[in-house]
Structure formats: structure tokens, C-alpha cells
Nanobody, 113 residues
């Protein structure tokens, strides 16, 4: 059974940093590129980062303005998303996954003072 479990969300002060984690199971993790998505209330889910199977290349949509860093550990079957200098944007939910095999339930991040 394919499963993604995100963690690391919570309340973060503006200007702070955050690293989200995603543990995957039920498939050969190193066979798939990994994506992180973000969804704000009332908005569609958007891709914020992609990393290749080997972790040797990353892609970030222009809309993210270089604010994210994605990484992975194929030994631990984990993907990570880091972000620095967080701005007060309210509450977003972050998901990891792959369009062909699924995604997790997400972890909620609130940036607020």
C-alpha cells in the first residue's frame, strides 16, 4: 500500500525557517521523482518543488521565488522541504507525493506572530 506521511508543520513566526519531512512506503522510493505541493485556503493546490529520482536535480516554479529547498534521502525513503524567511501568509497545507502514485494527507503550516 502506497503511503506518504508528512510532518513538521505548525506555527512559525514571521522571518523564521521550517523544514517539512515526508516518509514514503509501499513502493520503490528511488524509482520516482518527488513533489511538494502547497494549498492555501480556498485556492487550488500548487506545485512548489520537484526533485529527481536520484536527487541530482531540482525544479521550482517561478512563482515560488526561490523560497523553497527540496531534498531527499533514498536510504530513509524520505523527502524534505525547507523554507527560510517565512512571511505572514496565513495557513497553508503542504503535501508530498507523485502525480502517478498519490500524495499524503498533508501537514499544516501557519505563519503568524
Amino acid at each position: 500500500q502506497v503511503q506518504f506521511v508528512e510532518s513538521g508543520g505548525g506555527l512559525v513566526q514571521p522571518g523564521g525557517s521550517l523544514t517539512l519531512s515526508c516518509v514514503a512506503s509501499g513502493f520503490t522510493f528511488s524509482d520516482y521523482a518527488m513533489n511538494w505541493y502547497r494549498q492555501a485556503p480556498g485556492k487550488e493546490r500548487e506545485l512548489v518543488a520537484n526533485i529527481t529520482r536520484a536527487g541530482d536535480n531540482t525544479i521550482y516554479p517561478a512563482s515560488t521565488h526561490g523560497r523553497f529547498t527540496i531534498s531527499r534521502d533514498n536510504v530513509k525513503n524520505m523527502a524534505y522541504l525547507s523554507r527560510r524567511n517565512l512571511k505572514p501568509e496565513g495557513t497553508d497545507v503542504y503535501y508530498c507525493g507523485h502525480p502517478e502514485i498519490g500524495r499524503g494527507r498533508g501537514t499544516k503550516v501557519t505563519v503568524s506572530s
